[in-house]
Nanobody
C-alpha cells in the first residue's frame, strides 16, 4: 500500500501562484512515476504533470506548460506542483497519484494509488 496526502490548495486570484505538496508513505519502492491530475466540475480528470520518482523525466499537459513545475524531494518523499500565472481555467480538485509505469503512461488507469484531492479555486 502507498499513502498519499496532498496539501496546499486554496482560493487565489488570477495571476497568483500556489504550490501543492504530496507526501508519500508506505511501499514507495513500488512507485515509478508520480503524477498530478485535476478534475474540474463537469469535466474528466486529466493528467497535468508527471515526474519519474527517481528524478529526470517529466511530462506536462499543453495547458500548463511554462506555468506549472513538478518536482520531488526524495529525502522528504514529497512531490510538489508549483503553479504560476493561475487563471480561472485552472480551478479544479487536484489529485496526486502514483504509478508503477513510466512517465509516458498518462491514462488514469496507469495510476494505482490516489490522494484525497485538494481544491484549487482561481477567481478572475
Amino acid at each position: 500500500q502507498v499513502q498519499l496526502l496532498e496539501s496546499g490548495g486554496g482560493l487565489v486570484q488570477a495571476g497568483d501562484s500556489l504550490r501543492l505538496s504530496c507526501a508519500v508513505s508506505g511501499r514507495t519502492f513500488s512507485v515509478y512515476t508520480m503524477g498530478w491530475f485535476r478534475q474540474a466540475p463537469g469535466k474528466e480528470r486529466e493528467l497535468v504533470a508527471a515526474i519519474r520518482w527517481s528524478g529526470g523525466n517529466t511530462y506536462y499537459a499543453d495547458s500548463v506548460k511554462g506555468r506549472f513545475t513538478i518536482s520531488r524531494d526524495s529525502a522528504k518523499n514529497t512531490v510538489y506542483l508549483q503553479m504560476n500565472s493561475l487563471n480561472a481555467e485552472d480551478t479544479a480538485v487536484y489529485y496526486c497519484a502514483t504509478s508503477p509505469r513510466a512517465v509516458g503512461a498518462r491514462a488514469q488507469g496507469a495510476y494505482d494509488y490516489w490522494g484525497q484531492g485538494t481544491q484549487v479555486t482561481v477567481s478572475s
